[in-house]
């Protein structure tokens, strides 16, 4: 099964940055892609960003772009997150997704921790 392991969450200033970093195992699959999600407290899942591991087109979500940046290390298997001009809002906790096509399976990672202070 795929494997994904989430790290880089912190606690941070308003106006900082940090990288998350998603690294993925357990597949030889080249059709699927990788997503950010987030959740904060008393709030729903929300979408972020993904990336095509079959071609690497990214998408985001219209809030995200200018701030985020998605990228991947296909060497390391590695979806990373830079996320800049960080806001309290931005505080939640942020998971990775890894969608295989074309059967749909999902599978998530545990969640990272970020914490923007005002």
């Known amino acids: 099964d795929v494997q994904l392991q989430a790290s880089g969450g912190g606690l941070v200033q308003a106006g900082g940055s940090l990288r998350l970093s998603c690294a993925a195992s357990?597949?030889?699959?080249?059709?699927?892609?990788i997503g950010w999600f987030r959740q904060a407290p008393g709030k729903e899942r929300e979408a972020l960003s993904c990336?095509?591991?079959?071609?690497?087109?990214?998408s985001y979500i219209n809030s995200m772009k200018g701030r985020f940046t998605i990228s991947t290390d296909n060497a390391e298997n590695t979806v990373y997150l830079q996320m800049n001009s960080l806001k309290p809002e931005d505080t939640a906790v942020y998971y990775c997704?890894?969608?295989?096509?074309?059967?749909?399976?999902?599978?998530w990672g545990k969640g990272t921790q970020v914490t923007v202070s005002s």
């Open positions: 997704r890894f969608n295989k096509f074309p059967d749909g399976m999902v599978y």
């Open positions: 990336i095509s591991g079959s071609d690497g087109s990214t």
């Open positions: 357990g597949f030889t699959h080249e059709d699927y892609a």
